[in-house]
DNA sequence: AACCGCATTGACAGCGCTGTCAGTAATGTT
DNA sequence: AACATTACTGACAGCGCTGTCAATGCGGTT
């Protein structure tokens, strides 16, 4: 057909001085291959630049070589950097990834995605909050048997393998530097109320603000979806309320630059009369001016090791629950400073 | 591991009483099948409920069913958008949709896709800048016969079916928008200078100058690289020059919101003493203050339509080289405003 | 009736890989 | 030293489907 022959097992079993099998066995991290028999195979295949034929596996071994994360989450950025962390490591083994949008307006999650596992075979399923917490698409996934990871799930955690970040220490740290400035009157703009982490981030700021002995009065909470739109309107209503908070500490970087453009249309003067805390270390925080002053989520790590963790499942059936933390850190900017009162 | 697969191709052959190869002629839309053969094997199929082996047809026929948008660009904005136009006409027409980055910094374009292609069996391949217009690769693709589309090409249109929006005419637009703002004085920012889209926008700036007899020599033409850093280094080394444009054009948004970054900083009032216009209709260009004057493109439409292309052309195949083109509009924001001597 | 041309259909051999199971080498045990 | 146990390895038969090509049916011609 043309110049470029694939390059079968079939090939580096013959030139590696051994079966299809064994070749099959390397490929696939059996166990029972000698270690030099391993290494040898590996170096004849990455000489012979071979790539396994996924449609091959797939049917031998009725498996199939798809990852899809499935995601109801409208921050390009976000769901950018989840994706990287699912495909280096899906490329890196043999997978696909794919990044499947499931919004609840179509159906309820648990049916979506039913219906996408019959029609595609699906080799492992990455979920991502508000998804990651749906107790009717968790029950089907395990009634099925379909090997599945979350990430930053907030309910039972016990089912599955996941990764995590503490959502709650995170807003403490984001809360005490806001404090630690002087800040007495504190907004916090949360996301949506069924959101797992959101809820953590919340109770994090209430937490700090009570242990900090400042009045819970004047700190008033907002309650916002994660948009840029509902952190601009969060902003609105706070002055429309005659509040007036000398910080405003938004669960998420979104809502952050709409409260701050909304404050900077109102004429406010960041950080100079009004301090702004993020949440996610997006890259949004970094193109607007001030930066924003925010924590940073290892959001592609998350993704990776979660995707690891999968592999690792359905590579040995016993890893069915294994969890992994990672850390976060404040990331000071331009758009948080000192109280003057 | 996954859905259990029972009802097959020979099942349904059975049952329908023909050959199983006709019941392959029916569900891969072959010609030569009598109508009421076709109507019966459909019928029996949907009672019994069977669903084709996406693994076994892609390995009998060396054709599966994945689409594969290749990509190097930064920015994940514009990636999800092309994403979303991808996977809708995906979905609705049983593909996969796998976004692939391929950073020329792991060897040439060329050489990463042959080497995805052998491992994975692809339906067809879509293209964006600069991908869609490197030589060696497009040579390949068609040496291989892979079906494929390009995303505003600039190159080779005979080539292969693409949709491209006039980027020369669309640079016109904000110049010539600026210019009747009473802007004389008109910095751009340029794209890299390989990249074809880059250079029509830079065309159509250059010509709109011409056009309207403004002195090209206060016009500076500065060279970025489409990221929001190089908008930002633009604009110092436009102040270290010496030059005081009234107006930046941005021959995208990133580096459109990096410009006005380094300006803020700079204490330059936007859009009182600078005007700033940039292009695209990303994301960026909503959540700044003051909101950007800028291009829009219709990112998400132009990938739905190069999907329907490329299946129209797997489908038939005399259909290699269509093309279409979409408008892109002026959105008149708060960056731009008139020239005040 | 014998013939041609085209539409329709089927038999069969793989596609590249893995599961099964049997076989051989290496190691331990008495 | 004989035997048991374990660690490796390979031969082979498909996985479910499609490409190839030969076979059949059918209408119209000579």
């Known amino acids: 057909m043309n110049s470029i022959r694939k390059v079968t097992i079939e090939d580096i079993a013959r030139e590696a ?76 083994n043999g997978y696909f990834a794919v990044m499947e949008p499931l919004p609840i307006a179509s159906g309820s999650y648990a049916e979506q995605v039913t219906d996408y596992v019959t029609e595609f075979a699906i080799g492992g399923i990455i979920l991502s909050p508000p998804l990651c917490d749906d107790k009717a698409l968790l029950e089907s996934l395990i009634a099925r048997a379909i090997p599945f990871v979350r990430l930053s799930p907030s309910h039972d955690l016990g089912i599955s393998s996941h990764t995590f970040v503490d959502d709650k ?122 930066p924003l002053t925010t924590i940073r989520q290892p959001i592609r790590g998350l993704a990776e090791q979660a995707t690891e963790l999968l592999l690792a499942h359905i590579r040995d059936p016993e890893k069915v629950n294994v969890s992994a933390q990672l850390p976060v850190s404040l990331i000071k900017r331009g758009s948080s400073a000192p109280f003057k009162g």
């Open 169 to 290: 220490a995170a807003a403490m740290m984001m809360t005490d530097h806001l404090i630690a400035l002087g800040h007495k009157d504190i907004a916090f703009i949360s996301g949506p109320p069924h959101h797992g982490a959101a809820q953590a981030r919340r109770n994090g700021f209430v937490d700090s603000i009570k242990t900090a002995n400042l009045n819970l009065k004047s700190c008033p909470i907002m309650e916002g979806d994660f948009s840029f739109h509902s952190g601009y309107k969060a902003y609105e209503q706070l002055a429309r309320l005659g509040a007036n908070p000398s910080a405003i500490f938004a669960a998420n970087d979104d809502m952050a630059a709409g409260a701050m453009v909304a404050a900077l249309k109102a004429g406010r003067d960041i950080p100079g009369d009004l301090s702004i805390g993020g949440f996610d270390g997006s890259r949004v925080g970094e193109i607007m001016w001030p």
């Open 17 to 92: 001085g051994v079966s299809m099998k064994t070749v099959s066995r390397v490929f696939n991290h059996e166990p029972n291959v000698r270690e030099t028999t391993r290494e040898r195979v590996m170096e004849t295949a990455k000489a012979m630049k071979y790539r396994p034929n996924v449609a091959a596996r797939g049917l031998a071994s009725n498996k199939s070589y798809v990852f899809v994360h499935f995601h109801d989450n409208p921050n390009p950025d976000y769901l950018e950097r989840i994706h990287q962390g699912i495909h280096k490591i899906c490329r890196a």
